[in-house]
Nanobody, 126 residues
Framework: QMQLAESGGGSVQAGGSLRLACTAS????????MGWFRQAPGKAPEGVAG???????RYADSVKGRFTISRDNANDILYLQMNSLTPEDTAMYYC????????????????????WGQGTQVNVSS
């Protein structure tokens, strides 16, 4: 059974950093896109960052220059390095997998992602 499991969330002060990890029970070295999404209370889900199997990436404007997505295909792990965090980054963060290299042509469209983790909470205080 294919599963994704996030870790690394927590509480941090504004300006701090966190690194999220997503462990996949599937060989993500194949032709999969991976992405990070977030949802804050009362807000719509937002695509944060995505990466295709060839390493091509796309970021939401709100996180460009602060967040970095990467994937370790040998160990089937997806990462999100988050720097210069602000209270506006507070949300539940989810990793997701899409079949095919879809990030570059289609962006962070959650409808394209077939497999989702349970989420990890990130809280940033001012």
């Amino acid at each position: 059974q294919m599963q994704l499991a996030e870790s690394g969330g927590g509480s941090v002060q504004a300006g701090g950093s966190l690194r999220l990890a997503c462990t996949a029970s599937v060989d993500i070295g194949n032709q999969y896109s991976m992405g990070w999404f977030r949802q804050a209370p009362g807000k719509a889900p937002e695509g944060v960052a995505g990466i295709d199997s060839d390493g091509s990436t796309r970021y939401a404007d709100s996180v460009k220059g602060r967040f970095t997505i990467s994937r370790d295909n040998a160990n089937d792990i997806l990462y999100l390095q988050m720097n210069s965090l602000t209270p506006e980054d507070t949300a539940m963060y989810y990793c997701a997998l899409a079949f095919g290299d879809l990030i570059v042509p289609y962006g962070l469209n959650p409808d394209l992602f077939a497999l989702w983790g349970q989420g990890t909470q990130v809280n940033v205080s001012s």
